[in-house]
């Protein structure tokens, strides 16, 4: 048995899978989110590990094969900051991904030429290197005393083997690492006021970091030795989950924020577009995804002003793809990532008239997420990342007609996978299988069955390419008058 766990930043799932990789069960532990000040987000990670034991003693109830646990791996939200003192006790609540405090701390860091050079990204607000230095000049007592600094996924990795350990995937968010060259960098280290020694050991996700403290597997009564992976950042566990490990695989995420990922042979960054470039979870891969914060949260935020539901809006629009219509929507309702970096732009209707309808709005919120999504795709490609069929996921995939959309947008077929396990959690056991039996990564990380590819509308791609050059050229002008 082998047991994948993700931590999110609501809630923990744990899933048992067999030495197959098939799904044996899962159990969900729930938890709060603490918001003390506007733009803070934080979490205490007792929470994680009294999640983990509630979810371990469902699943130990429900399978007695729980028992024969032979490797374990972990996925975490990135970039949260947990501080540890010298005695690993835990020095304030875990600065969370989506805390924005430290915006002034990353625009100085993000100045300096270095990170972008050696880290491959910008330095957003919610990476860890500017939490650390707003914790230096707002709390200074807490980072003298900080002896270690753990991302989430790392810290239940601490409390599963006792060892400060962690992957590269999870550790390439941090702002403090060589992406390129997989290491923990000496140079943004310093340039940030930290050392080397307050960072984890590295490991490949897919390689073991330890093993099971003997004092938790008899807690959970476990029968032999366990391995525990160094496990993985969501959205790489997310890409072994659904087998996008190597050039031309990846997915699109039609989330309450939207996710273009693409796994890389290479090494090919590109920050100034606002692509993240991290290390996957695997040795000599990488991936690199482009982020809009704003999918089916458009679509949301339309229907509850119209008084609908979201699927309801689709449904209007029927089965068959039409041409784009005179109105156009600008998805940034709460900025852009992707690749704009811009937190301060907003969305905007155009092209409204008398004669526009519900539906010619449901239409035009749609295509504008689907080209919020091509300027990450031209983004990618710019870089020779090889966007073949993708993987559709995410709530907003329900609607086939947004799908066919997406295809034709930009221009590549759509998997639907099969119903059942592809996530994150499935991913984090993949790793912990690997790191167990020494099984190869092409052997193990495998593509769900497909239930339908959708194909790009060619007949229609003349009229959805002018109209993306049209939402492209509309960023400047709103921008200017905001």
């Not at 962690?166 to 140079?187: E, H, L, N, V």
């Not at 209007?316 to 992707?338: C, H, I, M, N, V």
């Not at 299988?433 to 791609?461: F, K, Y």
Request: net charge negative; with cysteine.
């Amino acid at each position: 048995m082998f047991l994948g766990i993700d931590l999110g930043t609501s809630g923990l799932r744990a899933l048992l899978v067999d030495e197959n990789g098939t799904p044996v069960g899962s159990a969900e532990a729930h938890y709060t989110v603490s918001h003390p000040h506007s733009g803070w987000s934080e979490q205490d990670p007792a929470e994680w590990t009294a999640a983990l034991d509630r979810a371990v003693a469902e699943l130990r109830a429900a399978h007695p094969e729980f028992h024969a646990l032979k490797g374990i791996g972990v996925a975490g939200h990135m970039h949260g900051a947990t501080l540890m003192d010298s005695a690993d006790q835990v020095l304030r609540p875990c600065i969370l991904w989506n805390d924005t405090r430290s915006h002034a701390e990353a625009a100085i860091l993000d100045a300096d030429p270095q990170f972008r050079a050696i880290s491959a990204n910008i330095v957003f607000p919610g990476f860890t290197a500017p939490k650390l230095e707003w914790v230096r000049l707002h709390e200074p007592e807490i980072f003298a005393k900080t002896a270690r600094v753990l991302l989430p996924a790392a810290y239940l990795n601490w409390y599963l083997t006792g060892a400060h350990v962690a992957d590269m995937s999870d550790s390439a968010g941090t702002s403090w690492f060589d992406c390129g060259g997989r290491d923990w960098s000496d140079d943004l280290l310093h340039a940030s006021h930290m050392r080397r020694d307050q960072m984890p050991r590295l490991v490949e996700g897919s390689h073991p970091a330890g093993h099971l403290r003997r004092e938790l597997a008899a807690e959970w009564g476990v029968q032999g030795q366990v391995t525990v992976a160094g496990g993985a950042g969501d959205n790489a566990a997310a890409a072994c989950g659904i087998g996008a490990r190597a050039e031309g695989q990846g997915f699109v995420s039609l989330g309450t924020s939207g996710v273009l990922l693409a796994a890389r042979d290479g090494f090919a960054p590109a920050a100034d577009t606002a692509l993240h470039t991290f290390c996957h979870a695997i040795p000599g891969q990488w991936y690199q995804m482009g982020v809009m914060l704003s999918a089916t949260d458009s679509l949301n935020w339309l229907a509850q002003i119209t008084g609908k539901r979201p699927a309801d809006l689709t449904r209007a629009l029927g089965d068959g793809l039409t041409a784009p219509g005179r109105e156009r929507f600008l998805p940034y309702l709460s900025g852009e990532r992707t690749p704009h970096n811009d937190a301060e732009i907003r969305g905007s209707f155009t092209g409204l008239g008398t004669d526009t309808t519900v539906e010619d709005l449901t239409r035009a919120v749609m295509a504008g997420v689907a080209y919020g999504l091509r300027d990450s795709a031209e983004a990618l490609r710019a870089t020779g990342a090889d966007l073949g069929q993708l993987f559709a996921l995410g709530g907003g995939c329900a609607s086939a007609l947004w799908v066919e959309m997406l295809a034709t947008v930009l221009d590549v077929p759509m998997a639907l996978p099969e119903g059942g396990e592809f996530g994150a959690a499935l991913g984090a056991a993949r790793l912990g299988l690997m790191a167990a039996t020494g099984a190869e990564p092409a052997d193990v990380l495998t593509p769900p069955d497909v239930a339908r590819v959708i194909l790009p509308n060619t007949d229609l791609q003349p009229a959805y390419d002018a109209d993306y050059q049209a939402f492209k050229a509309a960023y400047p002008a709103i921008r200017k008058i905001q």
